[in-house]
């Protein structure tokens, strides 16, 4: 028997044969004995060849075990069921579609024994290209999706900032929400246990939950860009678009938990360092102000003084809509200009695209459930 500590590797599937197989075997290339651990797998109910391809494993390799939930309503529900299965200290979390390397387990177990206080350690996230012709991939590539250190300012290694005491908006769910996504994080199980920690059973905004669970508490989080996996992106817009609105349909029922004092948090996301301030409401949530808000602003006053122009005398109006139409191309090319640097360039108005369809598609569904929650969710811009 190996001297390591046995950990459990839980992966949520749902009709993934497009990817399961380069997932396992890049997790047979981890180096770890195979006798320490178990690759938990919790299908959601896969209609194409994933259990085939599940079982086909499962007969070469014990270790793996296959939990099935039929109707399985979100990943965290499919988790959830995975939890009630493992038997490891750590419980390694990652998806159907991701490629870990051969450090992976052994740079976050360093942590965890250095620390008794860290109840989870995660790692970096990069692009794995299936297709190299694919574009949605290219772009997903270039926009750094999923990573975990532009999403914060591109932090170093090291221990998350605490939860905060009275957190704001942005603490939870925007620019300051620390959290580790469940493509790539490991968790100590003793800390799960003393807190009860459970993932919710809604579509999306389960890993952020769990992380707020264990910080909110006074757990450690540590960040390991070493322990680092690649990540087999959608491979068309449409379902990337999808991902984007669940991803700001989760913001909603976070806020409603985590945040209960009421008014606006105002992001000047256009402004260096995105300075906030909260302005009092009826109401619970945040509005970012970037260059994708300002474009359309500023698109709207000109087409405003246009109009008026025809109806009010003199050239205020005309003046005030040139005024209105500079700062539109202003804010336009502030936001495209991270365009210009991909490749190939005569795919400019293509990358362009995605980026303005996925960051609407953010902000559509921030929005999505506003008649439910009552709560104001403005996304950023990209």
Known sequence: ??????????????????????TFEYLLSVEYPFDAWEWVIADGGSTDKTIAIIKDWQKKY???RLVEI????????????ALEAVKGDFLFFTDADCAPNKNWVNEML???ERDPKIAAVGGEVYTLKVDPENLVEAWCQHFRFNMVAPRYGFIKEGYYPDFPKQPRPTDVVGHKGYFFGTCNVAYRRSAMKEIGARFWDRPTGE???LSYQHRSRGWKFYFAPKAKVDHMHRADLKSLRKVWVTYGQAHMPLLDKYIQKKGIEIILQFLPGAPSFVLPFPLRGFA????FHLMHVFGFLTLLGLIASFFVPGFGMKIAALIAFALTLYFLYQYVKWNFDMEPKNKFFSWCKMKYLTNLSFIQGGLKDFAKYKILCIEPSF
């Not at 039929?70 to 069921?81: E, I, K, L, T, W």
Request: proline share 13%; hydrophobic share 35%; charged share 20%.
């Open 207 to 209: 890993d952020m939950d």
């Open 288 to 291: 970012y102000v970037g260059n």
């Open 62 to 64: 014990p270790f793996i």
């Open 70 to 81: 039929p109707n399985c309503p979100s990943p965290g529900f499919a988790r959830n069921r």
């Open 110 to 112: 360093t942590h965890f």
């Open 1 to 22: 028997m190996s001297a390591k500590p046995f950990i459990s590797i839980i992966i949520p599937v749902k009709n993934f044969e497009r990817t399961i197989e380069k």
